[in-house]
């Protein structure tokens, strides 16, 4: 074993600064890599983690003590180089970069085999269930994990593993829309804006948007929306569902009360309203109207292996999307997540430790 240590930073208190620590670099057993990190996103969903739950609305909260054992590693969207592998993980890329999928699961179950390990119910998420990415270094249980980026940039593709991935799995929910099908994108945040770019690819349709922020509506107009909306005018509703009989597809980055109440409503007959953000909150729904106006409501979490994959190849092929990424040394972790907290960010900050 060589000299090398990990220096990471961990969670050690929910609701308390993470904290840095030094070990030396793990010994691998079975299929497991290792891989030398060179850039990990900050994610809003990181601060729900370091708050230990969710707010579900209506005074209920989700509990994440129990999924996340402290100390714990957060961190989800890595890109690292592959430095070593344990003595069954067979062919590995060795020394080259990759772009980690973090949403893991255990592999062995039903929802595992059909390829959709981010909805296990035994989940080894990486920086969720299991040490993450605000590190120097982080380990994958197997190579299958690793995806290969040659040709973009880092900075930015880091991201794609938790903001792309949730935009493109979103999007991938609603598909191919019929002729003078309409879609709306509720919330032009980073995600939201990923959304707008990857609409015509996976929808077949520009989006329209509606942001209560000015700056984000221009942005998303910028971006490629077909118009951008003020959620907070009290005639929307009326002068949308006049303007476009009603929106087949709804999404919403969001996740508040009032802006899913707003998605739900402006659906045709036979919508789909797909909840994406974690913002909080909770609806109450007239059952009659789900039935007679034949709507569909729909979660959508992250994104799949095979999802992930696919992105990186549309990128490939019809370039990237507009989001400004900030590399920041990774000993600057929890000053960026104090940033985001107080919502300063714009787009992305990303840790890289090698500018230590
Ligand atoms: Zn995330
Ligand atoms: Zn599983």
Redesign the pocket.
């Known amino acids: 074993m060589s000299a090398e240590a990990m220096h990471r930073y961990k969670l050690v208190e929910f609701g308390r600064p993470v904290e840095a620590v030094d070990e030396p670099l793990p010994e691998l057993s079975g299929t497991e890599v290792l891989l030398r990190i060179s850039a990990c996103g900050v994610c809003h969903s990181d601060l729900h983690l370091i708050d230990g739950h969710f707010d579900l609305g209506q005074g209920q909260k989700l509990d994440m003590s129990r999924a996340m054992k402290l100390p714990h590693v957060l961190g989800h969207e890595i890109v690292g180089t592959v430095l070593a592998a344990g003595p069954d993980a067979g062919a590995v890329p060795m020394g080259e970069r990759r772009l980690i999928y973090p949403w893991i699961?255990?592999?062995?179950?039903a929802?595992?085999q059909a390829g959709d390990?981010q909805l296990?119910?035994?989940p080894r998420a990486l920086g969720v269930n299991v040490d993450g990415g605000f590190g120097t270094h982080v380990v994958v249980p197997h190579s299958r994990y690793l995806i290969d980026i040659e040709g973009l940039d880092e900075t930015l593709a880091c991201t794609y593993a938790c903001s792309g991935l949730t935009a493109y799995g979103a999007l991938k929910k609603i598909g191919r829309l019929g002729e003078g099908d309409k879609a709306l994108v509720i919330g032009a945040g980073g995600v939201g804006l990923a959304a707008v770019h990857l609409a015509s690819a996976v929808l077949g349709v520009q989006p329209y948007v509606a942001d209560l922020d000015p700056a984000k509506r221009e942005a998303a107009l910028k971006g490629g929306a077909l118009a951008a909306v003020d959620p907070a005018d009290p005639d929307l509703r009326k002068s949308l569902l006049k303007e476009t009989g009603g929106f087949a597809a709804v999404i919403d980055f969001v996740g508040a009360s009032s802006t899913a109440e707003l998605g739900v409503g402006l659906l045709r007959k036979g919508g789909h309203f797909v909840s994406v953000g974690l913002f909080g909150g909770a609806i109450t729904l007239p059952l009659p109207t789900l039935a007679m106006r034949g709507i569909s409501l729909t979660g959508s979490y992250v994104g799949s292996l095979q999802d992930l994959k696919e992105l990186v190849e549309l990128i490939r092929r019809n370039g990237t999307y507009p989001l400004p990424v900030t590399p920041r040394p990774l000993d600057d972790v929890q000053t960026s997540l104090d940033a985001l907290r107080g919502g300063k960010v714009v787009g992305r900050i990303v840790l890289e430790p090698a500018a230590r």
Not at 105 to 109: A, H, K, V
């Open positions: 699961g255990c592999g062995q179950c929802t595992c390990e296990c119910l035994k």
